[in-house]
Every structure is written in structure tokens, then in C-alpha cells.
């Protein structure tokens, strides 16, 4: 009789415990909700405070994350997956309770969904180029041809100080050490530009979801309920410093994806390392000349000309190597899942106020074209 009746207490007791989990779950979500309405509907007058308290927010957890080597997230989330099958199964089984063990995935779950609004209503901030003091223009298409070639000029001039190969070819680079680099790489901005102060932390390699992650067309992903940056092992080398800066970006509370494509070359432009520096110009380059190519195709084959026969003929093959090399790398990856995975961040992005979608990657040529005019 005494066991039973403490069989009994001890049922009500975690029957009140996984209730009180699933409310607080419910609170975390309608929480979520209230937060994105209001910073929505404030016409960004929470910033730049807003944005100071998520990076501090972000800095803390990367700083816990960073107990281990690899990205938290990329293995608890197979992690969870797994065990919440286990439990599923038992569950139907008559050999465990799966209530208790849902309840706790729901508080987990509802806690990453407000750390992740949190962060995303970085979205709805003004433009960075105001807290930088750029002004940003309409331009015209000579102005989108002289930043091309400025861009391109920089990248030849440093194409054949990065190591390669026999052939040509970018070699691949210790993920680790660019990792550390790339994560610290906003430091020597911090001093001329508070928006870029923030965590310092490592960007991290996906070791799970990476390959998943390339598929569906992205070179990178931060996780914001763990404040890690992460990048998968086998995005382009050309390309890969400057993911790994981009990714870094958004840590420091830079939501918006072309605002994070130019905080990144920001970074590497600052950067004391030639790897950094030489993926950040031939971004920057790539970016304005798939624009410039979209609207004069023949303007663009005479800004490829001319800054050849400036006296960086070899350069400048050395860069356009570098595109058909990464068109190369990524299109083993391509196939149905990127096409959705277009569309899920294409709704995401559009859901948190940037109305071009996946396009606003491409509009970082406005702001490359504004401060390639300040350099001259």
C-alpha cells in the first residue's frame, strides 16, 4: 500500500513538472511572437541598443559553446533526433513514458526559437551603412565598371601570393587556423566602427550538416541559440575566408545577408593575413562583375581587358581560374534540394523584412560600389 501510494505522488508530481515545461514552452513562444511585432513596428528605434544586447547575448553563448572544438548545434541537433526516436519508440512499446521526455524537447525547442527571433530582429535595424557613415547611392553602370575593376586590380595584385599548387590552383588552407583568424578578424575594425565590436570566437566546421548544408546551396550557417558560426570543410577555397567572416557577421547582431557579404569584406580587407585579404577582393570582384555582366556583357569583357593589360595579365587569369574553379567545386552539389533550400531561406528572409529575398545577397554591390569610390 505505501509503495503504491508513493507510485502515486510520484506520477502526480512529474504529471504537474511536464505540464509546468509544456506552459513555459507556450510562454517562450508567444514571447517570440510579442517580440518581433514590437521590434517590427518600432521603425527601428530600438537601435542601435537592440542590436548591442543580442551581440552580448550572442558573445556569451559562443563563448559557452566554445568548451568544445566543433559546432554544439551540428551534432546535438542528430544527437536529440536519435534519442527522441528511442523514446518514440519505447514509448508505443508500453516500455517508457513519452510525455515527459516531449515536454522537455518543447522547452528545448521554444528556448532555441526565441533566441533565434531574438537575433532575426536584427533584420528590421537601419542600414548598416549608416552606422559605418557610407553613403550609399543609385549608381550608374560606368560606376558599377570602375568598382569592378578596382576590385579586380586588388585581387590580381595578391592572386599569386596565396599558396598554390603546381598548377595554379588554390590550395586548401588549415580550416582550423582560418577558423581562428576569420573569427578574431573584426578586432582591428572594432576602434572606427562600434557596430563591429563583438565575440571573437572561432568559427566553427560543420561536421554533420555541412555536406546537407552545400546541397541545399549554402557555404555557412550561424545558429543563433548557440552563438556559433559554422562552415562546412569543402565550401571553395577562394570563397572560404571570406564565409567564414560572413558567418562571423551575424554573430556581432549583422542580420542582413548584404550587409554581412560587406562587413565580411570589411574584414578581410583589414586583414594582416593574404588569405583573407585576397578572398575578400575577389568576392568583392565576383559580386560586381556578375552584376556588371547581367547588364553590359561587352563592358565587362573590356574591364577584364583593360585591367589585364594594366600589367596583371597573370593575375587576372589566376582570378578568373579561381571562378571556374569554384563554379566547379559547387556544382557537384547541385540537384532538387537546392531549389528548396532557396525557398526556405527565401521565406525566411522575406518573413523577417528583406523584401528581395535570396536577391538582397547580390545588392551588397551598392555598398561595394559606394566605398570603392571613397578609395579613389
Known amino acids: 500500500m505505501v509503495a503504491m501510494a508513493g507510485d502515486a505522488t510520484k506520477r502526480r508530481v512529474e504529471g504537474r513538472a511536464w505540464r509546468f515545461r509544456l506552459c513555459l514552452a507556450i510562454l517562450f513562444l508567444v514571447c517570440s511572437l510579442v ?16 542590436r548591442h544586447v543580442t551581440r552580448a547575448v550572442m558573445g556569451l553563448l559562443a563563448a559557452i559553446a566554445g568548451v568544445v572544438p566543433f559546432a ?6 542528430l544527437a536529440g533526433a ?9 514509448g508505443f512499446r508500453g516500455r517508457g513514458r513519452v510525455l515527459p521526455w516531449l515536454s522537455w524537447v518543447a522547452l528545448a525547442g521554444s528556448v532555441a526559437v526565441f533566441l533565434f527571433v531574438g537575433w532575426a530582429c536584427n533584420h528590421y535595424a537601419p542600414p548598416l551603412a549608416n552606422e559605418l557613415g557610407l553613403e550609399v547611392d543609385q549608381y550608374s553602370t560606368d560606376d558599377l565598371a570602375q568598382a569592378t575593376a578596382h576590385y579586380l586590380r586588388q585581387a590580381a595584385r595578391l592572386a599569386s601570393e596565396v599558396p598554390r599548387d603546381e598548377d595554379g590552383a588554390l590550395l586548401r588552407q588549415d580550416f582550423g587556423e582560418l577558423a581562428s583568424i576569420a573569427g578574431a578578424s573584426y578586432a582591428s575594425l572594432e576602434e ?31 545558429f543563433a541559440p548557440t552563438g556559433e558560426s559554422g562552415v562546412p570543410v569543402n565550401v571553395a577555397p577562394a570563397e572560404l575566408p571570406f564565409t567564414m567572416c560572413h558567418e562571423a557577421a551575424h554573430r556581432l547582431g549583422i542580420a542582413s545577408e548584404q550587409e554581412a557579404n560587406f562587413a565580411a569584406f570589411m574584414a578581410c580587407e583589414a586583414s594582416d593575413d593574404v588569405r583573407l585579404a585576397y578572398s575578400g ?25 583593360d585591367v589585364a593589360d594594366e600589367g596583371l595579365y597573370e593575375g587576372v587569369v589566376l582570378v578568373l581560374a579561381d571562378r571556374t574553379d569554384t563554379s566547379e567545386c559547387y556544382a557537384a552539389y547541385e540537384g532538387t534540394f537546392k531549389e528548396v ?17 535570396v536577391r538582397s545577397y547580390g545588392l551588397v554591390v551598392d555598398y561595394l560600389i559606394a566605398w570603392s569610390m571613397r578609395q579613389s
Not at 517580440?35 to 537592440?50: D, E, I, K, N, Q
Not at 536519435?82 to 519505447?90: A, F, G, P
Not at 533550400?341 to 523584401?355: A, C, H, I, M
Open 35 to 50: 517580440l518581433r511585432v514590437v521590434v517590427s513596428r518600432t521603425g527601428g528605434l530600438l537601435f542601435p541598443a537592440y
Open 72 to 77: 554544439l548545434w551540428d551534432v546535438a541537433v
Open 82 to 90: 536519435v534519442v527522441t526516436v528511442v523514446v518514440l519508440v519505447r
Open 192 to 222: 572606427d566602427h562600434d557596430v563591429l565590436r563583438g565575440s571573437q570566437a572561432p568559427v566553427k566546421a560543420l561536421l554533420v550538416w555541412g555536406e546537407p548544408l552545400l546541397y541545399s546551396g549554402h557555404t555557412g550557417m550561424f
Open 281 to 305: 577582393f575577389y568576392n568583392a570582384f565576383c559580386y560586381c562583375l556578375n552584376a556588371l555582366w547581367r547588364y553590359d556583357p561587352e563592358l565587362a569583357q573590356r574591364v577584364l581587358q
Open 341 to 357: 533550400g532557396r525557398t526556405v531561406n527565401d521565406t525566411y528572409l522575406k518573413s523577417f523584412g528583406e523584401v528581395e529575398g
